[in-house]
């Protein structure tokens, strides 16, 4: 006789079967949310400005968690900084190529031609937008979450946090600015040509 067990049909899964099924369940669910909101920037960008404005407001009002602003202001910089970056450092492809000379010498002629000025090279981002996006918007949220737990409410006389941050973003913010002006760069498509669009 057959019982329940061996024909397969009356198995019950077992509790990790079911908490790894809930899991890919959740994990698919959240991927369909992530794609829906892919295409709509706008309001990605005013959806991660009001989660950034209640944490704002959560720090004023409770007037603690400064560390915990701190680090999150530091971390979007840190975004920020890549956001802005080209993927291919132009710094680093003058080395390369100033190298590759070295080494050819002066007789050694190179196959491809080394003056690129009149090329086309689009501007990649190192840090796309939509991960930019992303990153931005889970560190605010978890920052949020921080604020509800005292073990981060670390005694901080905050200005000096304030001034070293500023004094921080103005020193990196003046280091990319000078390196967009000397590689002729910009990050944003403000007073680009475009071709191919509707007239």
């Known amino acids: 006789m057959m019982s329940a067990t061996d024909s397969g049909s009356g198995v019950e899964p077992s509790p990790i079967q079911n908490l790894t099924a809930n899991y890919a369940r959740l994990q698919r669910r959240y991927q369909q949310i992530l794609d829906r909101l892919t295409p709509h920037m706008l309001y990605r960008w005013v959806g991660f ?30 975004l920020l900084l890549a956001f802005l970056q080209p993927k291919f450092d132009p710094s680093l492809q003058d ?6 000379i070295e080494e050819g010498g002066e007789s050694g002629s190179s196959p491809l031609p080394s003056q690129r000025d009149d090329e ?3 501007f990649v981002r190192r840090l796309p937008e939509w991960q930019f996006w992303l990153s931005s ?3 605010t949220i978890i920052a949020l979450f921080c604020t509800f737990s005292e073990i981060f409410d670390v005694p901080v006389y905050w200005p000096i946090l304030v001034v070293y941050f500023f004094v921080l973003l103005t ?22 040509a475009k071709y191919g669009g509707k007239r």
């Open 49 to 78: 400005a009001a989660i950034l404005g209640v944490f704002f407001l959560r720090i004023v009002m409770a007037q603690g968690w400064y560390i915990v602003c701190y680090a999150h202001a530091i971390y979007l910089l840190n």
């Open 95 to 100: 080395d390369l190529l100033a190298d590759e």
């Open 120 to 122: 086309f090279r689009p």
């Open 137 to 139: 918007t889970r560190s």
């Open 171 to 192: 020193l990196t913010m003046r280091r990319q600015i000078q390196h967009m002006i000397k590689y002729k760069y910009i990050p944003f498509d403000i007073g680009k």
